[in-house]
């Protein structure tokens, strides 16, 4: 498992989200497109996280391009659908997964039982 590869593409998600400039839409967008969408689930995430890490992907890539915006991905059609309320719920919901993440790490490195090392 590539839990350190998840954490990083975690950390820079939540960097672009709280840094970059512009509307939270287009941030949020670059966070996935450019980050999390990098992250293989059986590779990367313990099984604990697995379910709901592809929930969190489901609720941002539902919408598929139309035929007037055909260049648009999946994840630019159902973010451009959303209002910003619900654009910043699911900014929240990267930043709570992203410390889950950063938990499970913490526990990996852990010397014992339930830490590898």
Do not use: C
């Amino acid at each position: 498992m590539a839990l350190a590869y998840a954490d990083e593409k975690f950390s820079a998600a939540i960097r672009t989200l709280a840094i970059a400039p512009g509307p939270i839409k287009p941030r949020l967008i670059e966070a996935i497109a450019v980050h999390l969408s990098y992250i293989q689930t059986e590779r990367d995430l313990p099984e604990e996280l697995r379910d709901d890490y592809v929930a969190l992907l489901d609720r941002v890539t539902h919408e598929w391009p139309t035929v007037s915006n055909p260049a648009d991905g999946r994840v630019q059609a159902t973010i451009g659908h959303m209002t910003d309320a619900e654009a910043v719920e699911i900014a929240d919901e990267i930043l709570s997964f992203a410390y889950r993440v950063a938990e499970a790490l913490e526990d990996e490195r852990k010397p014992g039982p339930s830490g590898a090392g």
